[in-house]
């Protein structure tokens, strides 16, 4: 079957989950330890260490979100992500290549900048839903992961203000644009609403498993964008959204186009 590779916490895997979600394919995921991660890169010949990876029945593997939504639309035809038309195409992709940079990038690397220092904290998400084997393998191992993931996100305060900085804009021009519309792009959900909500999932969501375990700072945060468009925007579209991609997991798997 096909197997999606991955960190359960991560609003990139979830940008892949729901993808998959959305167009009724059968597939399972198989949940990694950050740092340990990288042995897939070797088992796989991926060219970088970043989830998500899928991979499908015959063999083929690709890597990173975007690539995975280009790879499901051209299976599977039906329902595209990506609208047909050029100049809509192009706007869907200017917007997920924005949002993943501005969104997904930056909030993350907030999010950590605050989570990391408190090892309780930074386990709960680095551990979830992972392998029986991560905590006590992360009792002795976590502070070099923590280390390596503040180098490879270059986590510190200035690049956590710029980060929040960024995050600002971000949102802002979401709520710009959604002023008086359903859609980011054209009148239908594209790939770029799927990015948006995705990635901001974690901060919007309201009602999150996570959510007394997040860290102060990052709690504050959502305080701060609760009443904004765009928050309340995510929340309707997971709901209407999210909803009809899950019901679509259960139905008869799509058969790849020829």
């Known amino acids: 079957m096909t197997t999606l590779y991955q960190f359960s916490f991560s609003h990139f895997c979830e940008k892949a989950r729901w993808a998959l ?32 990876v899928l991979v499908e029945d015959d ?12 790879h499901l639309d051209a299976k599977h035809a039906s329902d595209p992500l990506t609208p047909g038309d050029p100049n809509l195409a192009k706007q869907a992709r200017d917007w997920e290549a924005y949002l993943d940079e501005e969104v997904g990038v930056t909030l993350r690397a907030l999010f950590y900048y605050h989570a990391l220092p408190i ?7 680095l ?4 392998p029986w084997y991560g905590e006590p393998l992360f009792a ?8 390596a993931m503040i180098e490879m996100m270059d986590i510190n305060e200035n690049t956590a203000k710029d980060s929040e900085r960024r995050l600002s804009d971000a949102v802002t021009r979401l709520d710009s644009e959604l002023k008086d519309r359903k859609f980011l792009v054209g009148d239908s959900f594209t790939r770029a609403d799927l990015t948006a909500c995705a990635l901001l999932e ?3 969501k309201p009602i999150d498993k996570f959510a007394e375990v997040f860290p102060g700072p990052f709690r504050a945060l959502q305080q701060q964008y609760r009443d904004q468009p765009f928050f309340r925007w995510v929340n309707i579209t997971y709901r209407e959204q ?9 139905r008869p798997a799509l058969n790849a186009d020829a």
């Open 140 to 147: 002795l191992m976590f502070p070099k992961v923590r280390d």
């Open 242 to 250: 999210r909803r009809n991609s899950i019901q679509a997991k259960h």
């Open 127 to 130: 551990l979830h839903e992972g």
């Open 21 to 52: 979600d959305y167009k009724g394919a059968k597939y399972t995921t198989k949940n990694l330890l950050p740092g340990l991660h990288v042995r897939i890169r070797k088992k796989l010949a991926v060219a970088k260490t970043c989830v998500p």
């Open 59 to 70: 063999g083929s593997v690709i890597q990173e979100s975007a690539a995975i939504i280009d």
């Open 202 to 204: 974690h901060l919007c």
């Open 119 to 125: 090892r309780r904290t930074a386990l709960t998400f």
